[in-house]
């Protein structure tokens, strides 16, 4: 009885597993669409899940065949016990016959025992051999009733089981229809998907393409205003030279009136000479009120440049006196956009970066001039073409490129480094002429990546591995800035994306003399690393 019911529960889980698996063979086929025999895809997955089902059953079937002997049995010689159970019904039905016949015998024996008591003792042993045969008789046929209710046990069992999986079979059927409609479906609007997909990397890319064109303007106009600047320089010389001559011609003027006055009869003699210095003046006159007007805008282009100061002597005389604060391209400060920011969450980056740049210019030694910072975003003046011919100026002041940047950077899909840039070299008590440069913060290494590796000789003397050390990180620096780093621009004007101090070059020279022969040294990126990010690294010292 164990070996069956153990066979039953191993026959539904199964089930189950046929179920299971056949579910997940005819979903995987589904997907992969395959067809076979000229089928469709549709009826080749069905035929697919149907052999699998097969096969599972028929296994399980062997599997119990080949383990469990009472299944054996039953497969092997149920049929048979079927069909030897009709005789043993044959055989019993005889033997009552056969025992109704031996009991008339006996009463007619017990009728004639009186004159037949030798044949009773006969009697009485045949009766007790047909009891014996009887007895046999009855527990062959309990015997025979009972397997034949296993059998019939066994075959509703069967046909239960059987019912069940043609139901699972069914839904199964069902469900896979269902699932190639689906798959069906998602495919569609995977298409539809990818087709978007590919419009959005197009207009990424030009995007990106505009913002790099955008950038080598800027960088540009900044050359453009340095030119400029040292143009307004010679121009402020050049003006106060004419000043010179015409305060002279000025004071000759009135020497030449009071001598008019006091050689009066001589005015005839020098009336044309006098005519001539006449017109000469007028000339002067005139050119000096170009002058003036020349003089007005140079103050008003002298207030943009050199706040603070009252005239463009002073700011000459403290360039050539006082400490220079701050060196014109130095980096001030910087900051990050992040992509898709609002106009408001720019505008606060923005406001925050003039903040640090004005911190950083008064630890220098910048003042603020009577402004809100010690740091001012520069005007810039563009000069245009009218529509009658002439040439215009036209006033950008510092505020007005703040709020074009702000246009400029807000809904971006890429990160934005801003940098405030110094334009000019400032000295100490003055405020400091900046200028905002954009540029896009795109990832440049990740974390892990090797950015550098170098071979070098430990046995070498310090002096000498302290240079090739020196001169590797060099390297690197300038490779960096190849992949696109944002370089920081120190007082000294060099550009840097990363610095190791003495001590720590000491040290990595120290782990380099720890071996001998050639060693490989490898700088390894300490986190991901974006352009405007400090070229944070690891170094990894190798035999």
């Not at 149920?78 to 056969?98: F, H, N, V, Y």
């Not at 469900?175 to 539809?192: C, R, V």
């Not at 510092?398 to 971006?412: E, K, P, Q, S, T």
Request: net charge positive; proline share 3%; with cysteine.
């Amino acid at each position: 009885m164990f070996w069956t019911v153990l066979a039953l529960v191993m026959t539904v889980i199964m089930g189950g597993i046929i179920a299971y698996y056949g579910d997940l063979i005819g979903r995987k086929f589904g997907k992969k669409r395959l067809s076979m025999f000229g089928l469709r895809p549709k009826y080749t997955a069905i035929l697919i899940t149907t052999v699998s089902g097969v096969a599972i059953s028929a296994i399980t079937v062997i599997v119990l065949f080949l383990l469990v002997p009472p299944v054996r049995d039953i497969i092997l010689d149920g049929e048979a016990a079927i069909r030897d159970i009709k005789p043993m019904q044959s055989k019993l039905a005889a033997g009552k016959t056969e025992l109704a016949t031996t009991k008339q015998e006996i009463i007619r024996f017990k009728q004639e025992s009186v004159t037949a008591a030798e044949n009773l003792k006969t009697a009485h042993e045949q009766l007790k051999s047909l009891e014996s045969r009887l007895d046999q008789l009855d527990r062959q046929l309990t015997d025979g009733r009972k397997q034949l209710r296993d059998a019939q046990t066994e075959r509703d069992k069967a046909r239960s089981l059987e019912a069940q999986a043609r139901g699972r079979y069914t839904q199964l059927v069902a469900k896979n229809t269902e699932l190639g409609k689906s798959n069906g479906k998602l495919a569609s609007a995977n298409q539809a998907l990818s087709g978007k997909n590919k419009d959005l990397v197009a207009i990424n890319e030009a995007l990106a393409k505009e913002a790099l064109r955008l950038t080598r303007e800027s960088i540009d106009l900044t050359k453009k205003n340095a030119e400029y600047t040292r143009q307004n320089e010679e121009v402020a010389r050049q003006n106060e030279s004419v000043l010179r001559e015409n305060s002279r011609l000025t004071r000759l003027q009135n020497d030449l009136l009071e001598k008019r006055s006091q050689i009066a009869q001589r005015t005839k003699d020098l009336s044309d000479y006098n005519a001539q210095l006449d017109d000469r003046n007028r000339s002067l006159a005139d050119s000096n009120k170009k002058l003036a007007q020349q003089n007005s805008d140079l103050n008003e282009i002298f207030k943009q440049i050199t706040p603070g100061y009252k005239s463009l002597r002073d700011a000459y005389n403290a360039s050539r006196s006082k400490r220079i604060a701050i060196h014109r391209d130095e980096d001030l400060a910087r900051l990050v956009v992040p992509a898709r920011s609002s106009p408001e969450d720019v505008r606060r980056t923005v406001q925050d970066l003039l903040h640090d740049a004005s911190q950083v210019a008064a630890a220098r030694g910048a003042v603020t001039g009577g402004q809100a910072r010690t740091v001012q975003v520069v005007d810039h003046q563009y000069v245009t073409r009218s529509d009658i011919g002439a040439d215009e100026t036209l006033a950008v002041t510092g505020d007005d490129r703040i709020d074009a940047l702000v246009r400029r950077l807000a809904w971006l899909s890429t990160p934005t480094c801003v940098l405030a840039v110094a334009v000019a070299n400032s000295v100490e008590d003055e405020p400091a002429a900046i200028d905002l440069v954009p540029l896009t913060n795109k990832a440049v290494y990740s974390r892990g990546q090797e950015i550098a590796a170098h071979s070098i000789d430990a046995g070498l003397s310090v002096e000498h591995l302290f240079d090739d050390v020196v001169a590797f990180l060099r390297n690197m620096g300038q490779h960096a800035l190849q992949q696109g780093m944002i370089p920081r621009t120190d007082s000294a004007g060099d550009p840097q994306v990363g610095s190791l101090t003495a001590a720590e070059i000491a040290k990595l020279v120290e782990r380099v003399r720890e071996f001998n022969g050639y060693v490989r040294i490898r700088a390894i990126a300490a986190s991901n690393i974006n352009a405007a990010d400090p070229l944070l690294l690891t170094f990894k010292v190798e035999p």
